[in-house]
């Protein structure tokens, strides 16, 4: 029991760092002073800064993608429901980045880029799988296969415009351009099977 303590602390003084300083600018020196224990002790649990960061995201986007699926509004038809979703979806992308890791490190650094995909990788599994659990969802391989194809243009669109955007004004109207313009294409081309 012990451990599982520690290994919260370790994660609470992270995320509290990450959140005021950003990913970049947090040392590992820093978390295990705000978490009151010695350096070494955070390698016994984290093999990196990064397995910390993989670690609090993960857990923040399982926590969202539970609330995103579940929050199910049955007066939806199915594209509105994947619409919604998808919208959802793409905003959690977007605060994971702003909140945790921030968007300077992610221009800058290649690491980070690779990360940041691996994390979105795992968040597309996460919902396809989730979505496709959902009652009334069609099971088919075609229907999962449109759907995995949805979430990646979806994600493509979201980060290409989230890193090349130079104000939140930007990312917010490149938002509704995307919720207006394009979204609706992308989810009529998943559902018609």
Known sequence: M???????????????????????KTSVNEIAKRAKIAKATIYKYFESKEAILHVLLMDYIKLSVDELINTNVP??????HL???????CRLSYTVCNEFIGWDFIRESTNSQDFL???????EELLVQSFTQLQG???HETYQQRLRFLIKCSKSIV?????TSV??????KNFVSFQKEILPYLVK???LV
């Open 2 to 24: 012990e451990a599982d303590k520690i290994k919260d602390s370790i994660k609470r003084a992270a995320q509290d760092l990450f959140r005021k300083f950003g990913y970049h």
């Open 75 to 80: 007066e939806l038809d199915e594209e509105a």
């Open 83 to 89: 619409n919604n979703l998808i919208m959802k979806t």
């Open 117 to 123: 995909k691996n994390l979105s990788n795992e968040l």
């Open 137 to 139: 969802i069609r099971k």
């Open 159 to 163: 980060f290409s415009f989230a890193f």
């Open 167 to 172: 104000s939140d004004s930007d990312v917010r």
């Open 189 to 191: 081309a998943a559902i």
